[in-house]
């Protein structure tokens, strides 16, 4: 009974704190379908799916697994339901190219107690993904 209870204070201390956070430009959503708030809060679960708290993953780096820097993570995306199906990258090089890589291509990896996203994507497939522009406001 006090795992439940433990486990409910837990879940309820992130929604106020994910509430309560201004996040607004670090997430972007799928068109008219989440209140920010609601947002806010699937935001930060899903960096806890990750085990990385939401400012660990807006401010991850990308890495292959030759721990090559590729890009650094510029914003989460969400689609209607509220679930993280990418993330926007700002890719190392020239042009600062932001693309959309699915966060099934990238799994969490602790370097050094800094937590950041490995991929086994190459350079020439992220730059290939989709490109990211801003959704107008």
């Known amino acids: 009974m006090s795992r439940i209870v433990a486990l409910a204070a837990a879940l309820s201390i992130t929604a106020s704190v994910a509430a309560c956070s201004d996040r607004d430009d670090d997430v972007v959503q799928a068109p008219a379908s989440l209140p920010d708030r609601q947002a806010d809060v699937a935001a930060t679960n899903a ?7 939401r400012d660990q993953l807006e401010d991850a780096d990308i890495v292959s697994r030759a721990n090559a820097d590729l890009g650094d993570v510029e914003a989460l995306v ?3 339901s509220g679930a993280l199906t990418h993330l926007v990258v700002e890719l190392n090089g020239p042009g600062d190219m932001k693309v959309l890589v699915p966060v099934a291509d990238v799994a969490p990896i602790d370097r050094n ?3 950041d996203l490995v991929t086994d994507l190459t350079p020439g497939q992220l730059q290939a993904l989709p490109a990211w522009t801003p959704p107008a406001r």
């Open 47 to 53: 960096a806890l799916a990750l085990g990385m708290t």
């Open 113 to 115: 107690g800094d937590k």
């Open 78 to 80: 969400l689609d209607a």
